[in-house]
């Protein structure tokens, strides 16, 4: 999700017989993975849609509310023909919007908008035909199937997703990718697949100008496999699937032309990563001008909409968290009581939207006048000059505190602030002011949003994580924030707060 975008361009070829002499396993190896992982998709996409249907017809059939297919012809086309229906349009609908391409599997949200997308679109059409010809008694079956069958349809592709994962941490059904550039744009693009390593992409080798074959690029641990004008033989010979151009500069327009024509059609794919940092993907749009392929990337901005959708979100989930969580918030608000003498909370103030100054609520997890010893301890252990202020082995923790920090239960009245509007669910962490007096330019656009309980530094790393990295996920946060966005953060912090690891503290 985060770093420098790699926009795929696939190249699409004339003809099938056009390829390169050897190297031909790795690819179609390749290929065949894709083919029976989207496979795999499709049966259990078809085993959870079944059972929903089956499902909900039955549950509907014992409340009385669907007719009895006996009764007469009518009654059994509604009853048996109408979920078949469902059933073949739901399954097709899926294929037709790509919800399986190799291209979207595995990471980010388009996979899930795509199904989302695919369901919609078959209840909008079944429910316009229900509506225009009077069939009333298909909308509970609607009403039921659709919006039960889509959650399951998430879970099931969030669990594929999970055993992916799993796959390509062993180094399998991933693109074995050739980068070919210069070495500055090589060593950029090798780093941000390497945070990205669920992403599928794994680097065999590099192309690079006036490289010496056999050593490593600069930086980086890619070997050099040959020059940009050899990318097709030295992707033959890695046995890569995929070439990716991380740098315009070495490789002409017409060249460029060349590689996509003399890949392996269908089982190599020529991908283009643009000089850009911190895009997501739904700001990207590709189109096509006089051959001229031309990457638009869209401003970063809030629509009053948008606006609207984040505020209501923060307002109605943390209101259901406060009532589902206060027998949580009642055990540990007496457990710090009676633990250790002090006020029950801690109100630290914090920089919040714009620079407005405000008190962000916690239950006190340190001793009385621990905001005194703070300096001493950031310059016993040389990071008093960095804004992001964590003492490791804090000593001023109580007992206590160091369970609630561990499983972050010290921040859930912080769930206050954000019906209060101070705060966000999900944002930037907020610091305090002599932090924010160390801000660049660029960190202080971690201001243009409100500070959230929990953000993507926070679930990718946490207190492991140095300020640049910080810096660098928040702002991605902040110019690409996204509804779906916002709660698949808040998915992967309810993770790492039941296991929380090494790298809470």
């Not at 050593?215 to 010979?237: F, H, K, L, N, R």
């Amino acid at each position: 999700m985060t770093g420098r975008s790699v926009t795929e361009v696939d190249v699409e070829r004339e003809g099938s017989d056009v390829g390169v002499d050897g190297g031909e396993g790795a690819p179609r190896m390749a290929e065949e993975w894709r083919r029976a992982y989207a496979r795999r998709l499709a049966v259990s996409d078809l085993a959870v849609l079944l059972w929903v249907v089956v499902g909900g017809q039955l549950v509907l059939s014992a409340g009385g509310v669907i007719p009895d297919p006996t009764e007469g012809a009518r009654e059994a086309i509604l009853s048996v023909g109408f979920p078949l229906f469902v059933l073949i349009t739901w399954q097709a609908a899926l294929a037709l919007a790509d919800t399986r391409s190799d291209r979207v599997v595995g990471q980010g949200s388009q996979e899930f908008e795509r199904v989302f997308d695919a369901t919609f679109m078959v209840f909008g059409t079944i429910a316009t035909v229900a509506f225009v010809f009077g069939v009333e008694a298909i909308r509970p079956f609607l009403f039921l199937t659709v919006p039960f069958g889509l959650l399951v349809l998430f879970v099931e592709r969030w669990l594929w997703r999970q055993w992916l994962r799993f796959k390509r941490e062993d180094g399998e059904y991933g693109a074995r990718v050739l980068l070919v550039g210069s070495p500055q744009s090589v060593e950029e693009i090798s780093t941000e697949l390497a945070r990205a390593r669920d992403a599928g992409y794994f680097i065999v080798g590099a192309c690079v100008p006036d490289g010496v074959v056999g050593q490593e690029v600069p930086g980086t641990d890619v070997p050099i496999v040959g020059d940009a004008e050899s990318s097709v033989a030295s992707a033959a010979a890695t046995g890569a699937d995929t070439v990716i151009i991380t740098s315009a500069d070495v490789l002409s327009p017409h060249r460029v032309q060349e590689i996509g024509w003399e890949l392996q059609p269908g089982s190599q794919h020529l991908v283009l990563a643009p000089s850009i940092v911190g895009i997501a993907g739904h700001r990207l749009h590709t189109r096509a001008v006089a051959g001229l392929p031309l990457v638009h990337v869209e401003t970063p901005q809030l629509s009053p909409a948008d606006r609207f959708t984040k505020r209501a979100f923060d307002v109605l989930v943390s209101g259901a968290l406060i009532v589902v969580a206060s027998p949580i918030l009642l055990a540990v608000a007496l457990a710090v009581k009676v633990t250790s003498p002090g006020p029950l909370l801690y109100r630290s103030q914090r920089i919040g939207l714009r620079g407005e100054p405000f008190a962000m609520l916690k239950f006190r997890s340190m001793r009385q006048g621990a905001d005194k010893e703070l300096k001493k301890l950031l310059e016993a252990q040389g990071t008093a000059e960095t804004p992001l202020f964590k003492v490791k082995d804090d000593p001023r923790i109580t007992p206590i505190g160091k369970v609630l920090r561990k499983y972050s239960l010290d921040e859930l009245p912080q769930l206050f602030n954000v019906l209060g509007g101070s705060m966000s669910l999900v944002g930037p962490r907020p610091q305090i002011e002599a932090e924010v007096a160390m801000y660049t330019d660029s960190a202080r656009r971690r201001l243009l949003t409100r500070p959230g309980v929990t953000g993507l530094w926070q679930v990718s790393g946490r207190s492991m994580l140095t300020w640049d990295d910080a810096v660098r996920l928040d702002l991605f946060y902040v110019e690409n924030w996204s509804l779906l966005g916002d709660v698949e953060i808040m998915l992967r912090t309810f993770k790492a707060v039941v296991v929380p690891g090494e790298t809470a503290h």
